[in-house]
């Protein structure tokens, strides 16, 4: 792999993360309840804290594939 195929890969990635700041900036800017849906569990203990976002993963999974087949359809 060149140095040039490096690079763009190194932009795709710095791209995405720029936009997935962007996302949740704007999720926290607008009081949305992302992280405190229902179907999100929350174990808490004395010393431990384990929280599950099994519908927040759903939602991104759901958002990310339509966005994909999107941007890939020929």
Do not use: W
């Not at 890969?9 to 791209?15: E, I, M, N, P, Q």
Request: aromatic share 6%; charged share 10%.
């Amino acid at each position: 792999m060149d140095l040039m195929n490096i690079a763009r890969v190194l932009a795709v990635f710095g791209l995405g993360l720029l936009v997935t700041a962007g996302v949740l900036y704007l999720i926290a800017q607008l009081n949305l309840p992302f992280g405190n849906l229902p179907g999100n569990f929350v174990i808490e203990r004395e010393n431990f804290t384990c929280v599950i976002p099994l519908i927040s993963s759903l939602i991104v999974s759901i958002l990310l594939t339509i966005l994909i087949n999107l941007i890939l359809k020929k």
